[in-house]
């Protein structure tokens, strides 16, 4: 167990449908990150939070909203999927340093929630 | 265009062997350099983590290495066990919250 923890492991959604993915960090951690992962390409970023505020959004759709209550948790809102939005999608957590231009530290992953949009 | 490529896509080796993954990237400015192990539906889970002025680095049977000059890095297994099949992937980070993730390495290890 890296100490990031998401749910649901596994979704099936249609297009319509509105779903939400949950990640929480038991790290103390201060930054939160959603990333893609599709069959045969690197890990896309989505979504970067520190400290609760939205530091990073590298130019995602719409449909995907993400939500950063606290420090220790992070949401993936869904809503009007395509079929290619179907992929792994990964949450991590690390310790940044403020201020800093350089990140010395390392990012454990949660194990994934498998999206199917069918 | 930072960059981040492996080699080879896919590998299979005996039980026992020893294999070398290999890492090249074009990313400016340069951070530090972390190999991944990912299990077949898991999340990453690192494995070595070098900065500018580590050349290499080891974690048990894995030994990382990095040339800053040449921009590559590697990944050498020894005595390889069936839990080692996985694919592993290469990231460089270019700055904080800035991770460029290779497309990672199949790695099949066959009794």
């Known amino acids: 167990e890296t100490g990031v923890t998401q749910t649901p492991r596994h979704l099936v959604m249609g297009m319509t449908n509105k779903k939400s993915l949950k990640c929480e960090q038991h790290?103390?951690?201060?930054?939160m990150y959603w990333y893609k992962q599709s069959a045969k390409k690197p890990l896309e970023l989505m979504f970067v939070?520190?400290?609760?505020?939205?530091?990073e959004n590298n130019s995602v759709p719409s449909r995907f909203s993400p939500e950063c209550p606290n420090s220790s948790h992070l949401f993936l809102h869904l809503h009007t999927l395509q079929p290619e939005d179907s992929a792994l999608y990964l949450c991590?957590?690390?310790?940044?340093?403020?201020?800093?231009?350089?990140?010395?530290?390392?990012?454990?992953f949660g194990p994934g929630t498998r999206l199917t949009v069918l | 265009k930072n960059q981040v490529e492996q080699s080879p896509q896919s590998l299979i080796i005996l039980e026992g062997k020893n294999c070398t993954l290999q890492?090249?990237?074009?990313?400016?400015?340069?951070?530090?350099l972390r190999w991944y192990k990912q299990d077949t539906g898991r999340g990453p889970v690192s494995l070595t983590i070098?900065?500018?002025?580590?050349n290499t680095k080891s974690n048990g049977r894995y030994t990382a290495t990095l040339d800053a000059d040449t921009k590559q890095s590697s990944l050498h297994i020894t005595a390889s066990q069936l839990s080692d099949s996985a694919s592993y992937i290469c990231?460089?980070?270019?700055?904080?919250?800035?991770?460029?993730f290779g497309t990672g390495t199949r790695l099949k290890v066959l009794a």
């Open positions: 991590a957590s690390s310790q940044e340093a403020s201020g800093s231009t350089r990140s010395y530290n390392e990012q454990f």
């Open positions: 790290l103390g951690h201060n930054a």
């Open positions: 939070y520190n400290f609760k505020e939205q530091t």
């Open positions: 890492c090249n990237y074009t990313v400016s400015p340069f951070s530090n």
């Open positions: 070098m900065t500018f002025s580590e």
């Open positions: 990231v460089v980070s270019a700055a904080t919250y800035k991770y460029i």
